[in-house]
């Protein structure tokens, strides 16, 4: 890939030269800090998305830190062109992450066409390639569609429930489907309790969630 010739392998937080492909050094990693959540437990994530609407499990890779190292590389992952970022991501998260009840569709929360272009990709898709090839779920990357460039500027027109309401829709219906949603940084939940609820409008379905980062605020 292009970005892989264009930037230089250092460390992201300290500089250092280090292999392609791995953003950050040995020593950088442990100033991350890994979640010690197990996807069927209780959880945070859970907790929050328990107010939200009906969730079977959860699960955050990290937690977000401000002024930290995993705001750094989400900051690369969605604005500086890193992509490769999401196979790092990945690579932790299976890791750590251990299914009993296994989901059996993996969606992410998609970008507005318009924004996906300007970006050039979404930062969610080669994170969750790599969930769905290790797990064998399977990812319908089109299966939501966002109806919205951005939430704020929405706001600006709509009030908010109606734009809440129609944020998101599926481009085909799904039953008895057990999914796994998956986003970049988990703060209130709204975006993900908005796309729950379109597809928990058949009853049939169950939702969970995972995230690469947490954010406490
Ligand atoms: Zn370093």
Redesign the pocket.
Known sequence: MFTDFFFPDR??????I?AANVF??????SQIKFTTDSFESENIVKEKCKSLFPVENAFALMEFQKEGLSRELMHNLKYKGRENIGNLFAEWTIERLHFKEKPDLIITVPLHKRKQKKRGYNQLQLYADNISKHYAISYDKDIMRRNFHTKAQALKVFSKRVVTKNLFSLNKSISGKHVLLIDDVFTTGNTMSTMAWEILKNKNNKISVLVMANDEG
């Open positions: 460390c992201l937080n300290c500089n250092t280090i950050v050094c040995e020593i950088c990693i």
